[in-house]
Structure formats: structure tokens, C-alpha cells
């Protein structure tokens, strides 16, 4: 079980992605815990990343330094798994997570695939789990607990996530995400999930909407209104891809998306 001293570090590193401070702070209290092994790994990839710009250690250092991270995972990956599978997997549940598939970065697990129950069992369990980046959390309507959905939007630990794609969100369901202030979501889709227009407002003023790089509300009810509140949302980049195929939009909604959005919009042809 950690510690308080060991969850305060954790809770660091989740508060600070982009910094690597935290992360060389926990690698040193590993090495003072009998965890060289672990810290070294976090010490290494975290070197591979900032060294990246570097085009000289792209061909001279990294390699060596890549090949030493293999090893070191390749000693100890399912050790260093097994706190988070066994908090994600329920007992007598039957269910298995494949760890073929899951990849660290800058010492820690990023690119981890959940329904909208396992999000909810790792926000349950995240004082006791090292912190998880690059979260992709799917599901469609099938089981969708609008419960544990509206539990994981008002998490302060959806920071973890970049990926958002629901097939069964109702509008209120995006009135419960667009409440919370801790997503970084790059990517969202809620495609034919039969959404208003009120959604789209909901979407247009979520300050969070400027993570936002691609956007998926093709194959739902988003008519005019919804369209000039997204082209005048002062928080989604120009940049974001926004796909709004198969909704009711007159010649004057698709001419603000286009406006605001160019080529970055894809529509239905008229």
C-alpha cells in the first residue's frame, strides 16, 4: 500500500504532465525505497524525451538510451502493471486486460483503453496507482451508467484523458462534461448519439474546448443554432478538426462553420 509521502509525489505528477520535475522527484524517492530498477526507467525515458530536439543525440545517444529502457521493462513490465490491472479488474469478474498494448512514457503508463467502468474504477483507485497519461475512454450506449459517466466528468483526475468517444450521450450527459474544468481531451466523438443543439452550445463554451484538436458530432440533430454557437465559441482552436456530416444545417450554418473552421469543418454536401 503506498504511502502518504509516496501518494503526495503521485498526486504531483498528476497536477504537472508536462513536467518533468516530479517525475525525477519520484524516480530519487524510489531509489531511497529499494526501487532502483523503476527509477532509472523514469530517469531514462524522461532523458529520451528531452533529448529529442536534438538531432545529434537522436543518432548518437538515444539509441543506447532506448535499448536500455527495453531492457529494464522487459525485466520488470508485469511487476510494475499489476497494481493498476488488479485495481481495474474486478474479482470474480472474469475480465482480463491485455498488457500488450499499453506503452510508457516518460516513465508511466500512457495510451490505456476503458470503458466508462474501468475510468470510474481508476478514479476510484488513483491514490493507489502510480498516475496513468494518455487515457482513451469509449463505450457506447450499451451499459452506459449515466451515474459513473457523470463520477468520471467531475473527476479532477480526467486530466488523464485524451480521448473522449461516446455513441450514447444524451445532451445532459455533455451539460455534466462541459461542467468540469480538468479535461485536457484532444480528441472527442459523439457521433450519432441524436444531439441538439444545446449540446453544441454546451461544447462552444467549455473553456476546455481548447484542448479540443479533433471533433466528432457527425449523424446527430445540431441544426443552425448549434452551429453558430460552435463558429463563435471563443475557446475551440481554428485549427480543430470538426466533422458535423449528417446534421440538419441550412446554407447559412454551414457558411459560419466554414467561416470560422475552413477547411478544418466537414460537412454534408447541400
Known sequence: MP???????RSAIRAH????TPRLVYADWL?????PARAEFVRVQCEIERLRPDRRAVRKTIPGLKHRAWVLESAHRA???EPLFRALVRQGSGVKLETWGVSFHRGFVHGLALDVDG?????TAEGEVEPVFGVRISQGWAGLSAK????VFAWDGIACADLLAFSGATDNDIGALTAGTAARLSKVSFR???LSDAAAEFLAAWPCARFVRELNLSGNRIGDRGAAALAASPHLPETCQLDMEANPLT???RHKLVARFGGNVTLSLA
Do not use: I, Y
Open 3 to 9: 504511502t502518504d509521502e509516496q501518494r503526495a509525489l
Open 17 to 20: 504532465p508536462d513536467d518533468d
Open 31 to 35: 531509489d531511497e525505497h529499494n526501487e
Open 79 to 81: 511487476r510494475w502493471l
Open 119 to 123: 475510468a470510474h474504477r481508476l478514479m
Open 148 to 151: 459513473k459517466l457523470a463520477a
Open 192 to 194: 450519432g448519439c441524436g
Open 251 to 253: 446554407a447559412h450554418g
